[in-house]
């Protein structure tokens, strides 16, 4: 069995401005913060595991990925206005990711695909490099070239490294498992939990 890690990573500080974009997003949909009151059994609850800032990224770790589609949280997490990308590494044998910006997908890579269309575009990340790193640096971890063969679980350690993401090696389910895949140490990680409260009343 190979790696399985997920993340959505915000290129911010503020993690406080992602705990209330998240409460915005699914109130529509009767969701509302728990404080730590009781919940009926089978209460539907969304969860998510944010990191502390480190390396200029707070990353989030959601239980619900609705529907298959983890990166949609990304999609939501970049109205706050900063680049967030969803990296994803499956089985230790593909790796995607998605980038937006605004609510816009910016840029996305898979690499099953990564050899026959042109996707990945490592210019958008230039202004998200660690000191040192170059386009170039980039672009071969998305396409090595002859005699550079990578494989998806190298390419994504070298995505994550080029871009000074220290929380790549994690999930939500696997820190759920094991917390010690917490980056800074589960303490400095926040918990935070939606329930289902019902339908909000229709605006009038």
């Keep these: 069995m190979g790696l399985n890690y997920s993340g959505v990573h915000a ?6 401005a992602i705990v209330a ?10 969701y509302r913060r728990r404080q730590g009151e009781p919940l009926p059994p089978g209460t539907p609850i969304n969860r998510f595991l944010l990191s502390p800032p480190l390396g200029g990224w707070v990353t989030m770790l959601p239980s619900n990925d609705l529907e298959g589609r ?13 680049p ?23 840029d996305r890579y898979s690499s099953a695909s990564a050899e026959r269309v042109p996707l990945g575009n490592p210019r958008v990340f230039r202004p998200l490099l660690v000191e040192g790193a170059t386009v170039e640096d980039l672009d071969r971890a998305l396409r090595p070239g002859p005699g550079e063969a990578l494989s998806a679980e190298e390419r994504y350690f070298a995505i994550a490294r080029l871009l000074g993401i220290q929380t790549a090696e994690t999930s939500y ?8 895949t917490l980056v800074g140490g589960v303490d400095a990680w926040l918990s935070v939990e939606f329930w289902y409260a019902g339908e909000p009343p229709a605006a009038s």
């Design 11 to 16: 290129y911010t500080a503020e993690r406080d």
């Design 21 to 30: 974009l998240l409460a915005e997003a699914l109130a529509p949909g009767g």
């Design 70 to 82: 983890e990166f949609a949280w990304a999609e939501t997490l970049s109205q706050l206005g900063c």
């Design 84 to 106: 967030v990308l969803w990296l994803y590494l499956y089985e230790s044998e593909l790796v995607m990711y998605r980038l937006y910006r605004q609510g816009q997908l910016v």
């Design 173 to 180: 389910p696997l820190a759920v498992n094991d917390p010690t």
